[in-house]
């Protein structure tokens, strides 16, 4: 649990989108429109400074900012949002970089009967000594990075990234974007509160967790979900009343 | 060609002096000669190499070439990789396995990147090539260790099984057990990318001890120390190995362990892998170091110190991937220590932080460039750069053939003059006359693309993102890159005059990506209509673009040519001219 509140330290996001870094030259973010600034979205993101990984906005369909943001003039950080794709590194390695500390916890399961958890805590001890000049190379938060999702009656399953999202709210709503599609504007959407949380739409969000149970996504903290998710199910609402899966599926508050 | 001097050779002089000849571009320009060599060249093609699955149907290609026994496919364009293309896309190898279960069962070699493979493939190319040899899946998805299951229990002959950065999905089977006992043939196994439950350790150890050829052998994550060594032990001839180098602290019993077994390997030349690797092991690999010409250290959270130790003991280093933990300083003593070195790229430890967590400037890169005559690959992400520098770099190397910059930060200026970027990447077009892989970063004006067009003759991947200001950055390309053949693009303010003044240019290049650009669907039309053998596609989750107001641009643009003609598996949010509903098949 002691990674749940790290999550909760709140510090600045330093990264500027749009700033001309280290620059007099006053040059103004060329860039199209696609770069979302803190205005897209109704929570400012923000990142722990020790290597906790902001959110990469993934929702596929990148929305367009009202208007070409103008940015700041060097200095004070604002809370901006990544880019989707951006820096270009493969999912593949991204999910390998965050999964630094997180592959240490299953493996525990695995043959590798050796090591016994006093070593994981022992190593844990050395990494924080080792990590007081330097930036602690494995203080990783154990985001997770992409998860499967799938939608009943839809054949081909998406993918979402959980690091680009600090909230039910957001993860729901890009759910929303991606599988159910409207012809309203985008915009709304986002303010829009998500019928798949509040239990109003014909579908409802259910999440596949460690042990391998299904549970109704919005009953545990942000910060617990994101540890315990292993893949994602948007499921007709009927079906979830004739469920014989027998798992206890709490009630969304 | 004198119809005297083409009959006075046979065909089966012909086709034996063909049989020398394996590049296919020289192949195809063999086949171009007269009617009668294509004829003879087309029977004797065994390999075949296919860059983008659309371009061509595999009935074409059978039709054309009757015996195969090697192909290799590529689906989704490159920026997949960076999750700009939205799952359910495309690139289905399936109908490819299919057409040529029939026409190839002398098929060997099947070489995949970036495509949907199922189970349901897997196993038809389990059941239908009886002397199956290699298969690798390189950034594949779809399938599972059900599929791997067939392979392994149908495939008697089988040498070379290479998932690398593939995403496999567990089915809980105990593939590898699935091996015969009496099969033997394992030259290189990749399995790097399978999570831990899917790999069972002695099921592992007994394959790679009956396997006396096994030069290549990459573990996934899971394995720790001490199995790692007995495998090692087991495999003392091997050329290139990867494995986890997990620990909790130094235990001087598995240390020695894992010290002899390395100081086994003669043969040992390229290492990777090294997750959660603890500094205190690394010396158990310093016996292998003086021969190494590979290493991978880029999943590998080691700091500059520790670093600057490991490749001072290898002299011999012709490729390194590296985190930039090994900063400025240890790029230092890599150019004075590896005089070798051909390829580096170094990535970033922590993307998204906009403090840097290590001490990599562009001077790491000068300093390589300066100190390794040989450097011809370049992948670097650093956080700030300068035209000074750059120009340095073209300076000292112009034999430099791919390079690839990522200033993280998208339109960050020169950090001493705030100029744009326009004269260092100038620089390295003019001077590195044989570069053929180019991506962009960085504060970039109309300028850069105005040198890329004069000067990159040879230039046939260009990647840019954030760059640019009007359609003259992008027809400056498109008009001056004679031998472009992919150019991706993102969130650049080019437009439909650059496009459809060169529609020409897009039908002798392999593909074109656009996103978040400023195309317009009215354009799209305009040029599918154009050019017939161009497919162009837009991906568009908004709905559909016509619905949209006249000036509203498209979302993301891939345009291919093809002789195939417009694919039948588009996914709903992929729009084509065509309002075809016949066109939208589930794959």
Known sequence: MSEASSYLAETELELGLGLSIGGPTGKINKASGRILTAKDFPVPRRASMNGGTPPSVTVSGTKRAADQSVPHDGGSPTATSQVVGWPPIRSYRMNSLVNNNQAKAPRAEEEHKGINEEEEEEEEDKAIKDGSKQKKPNENLGHIGFIKVNMDGIRIGRKVDLNAHSSYHSLASAL????????????????MPSKLLDGSSEFVLTYEDKEGDWMLVGDVPWMMFLTSVRRLRIMKTSELRDSTKGTELKEVN | MPKRLASSLSDEVLEHVFSFIQSEKDRNVVSAVCKSWYEIERWCRRKIFVGNCYAVSPEMVIRRFPQVRSIELKGKPHFADFNLVPDGWGGYVLPWITEMAGAYPWLDEIRLK???????????????????????????????????AAIAASCKNLRELDLRESEVDDSSVHWLSHFPETYTSMVSLNISCLGSGEVSFSALERLVSRCPNLRSLKLNRAVPLDKTANILRLAPQLVEFSACTYSAELRSDVFSNLAGAFSNCKELRSLSGFWDVVPDYLPAIYSVCSRLTSLNLSYATILSPDLIKLVSHCPSLQRLLVLDYIEDSGLEALASNCKDLQELRVFPSDPFDA?????LTEQGLVAVSLGCPKLQSVLYFCRRMSNAALVTIAQNRPNLNRFRLCIIEPNTADYLTGEPFDVGFGAIVEHC???????????????????????????????????????????????????????????????????????????????????????SFEACKLLSQKMPRLNVEVIDERGPPDSRPENCTVDKLYIYRSVAGPRFDMPPFVWTKDEDLALRLSP
Not at chain 2, 127 to 141: I, N, P, R, T, W
Not at chain 2, 355 to 359: F, G, K, M, V, Y
Not at chain 2, 461 to 481: E, P, W
């Open chain 2, 114 to 148: 970036r495509m949907v493979v199922t189970d349901e493939s897997l196993e038809l190319i389990a059941k239908s090539f009886k002397d199956f040899k290699v298969l690798v899946l390189a950034s594949c998805e779809g399938f599972s260790t059900d599929g791997l």
């Open chain 1, 176 to 191: 929303e974007n991606m599988f159910l599609r409207s012809a309203g504007a985008e915009k709304q959407q986002l303010t």
């Open chain 2, 433 to 519: 006359k044989d570069l053929i892989r180019l991506s962009l970063s960085g504060l970039l004006t109309d300028c850069v693309f105005e040198y890329i067009g004069k000067y990159a003759k040879k230039l046939e991947m260009l990647s840019v993102a954030f760059a640019g200001d009007s359609d003259l950055g992008l027809h400056h390309v498109l008009s001056g890159c004679e031998s472009l053949r992919k150019l991706e693009i993102r969130d650049c303010p080019f437009g439909d005059k650059a496009l459809l003044t060169n529609a020409a240019k897009l039908e002798t290049m392999q593909s074109l990506w656009m996103s978040s650009c400023s195309v």
């Open chain 2, 355 to 359: 403090e840097p967590n290590a001490s």
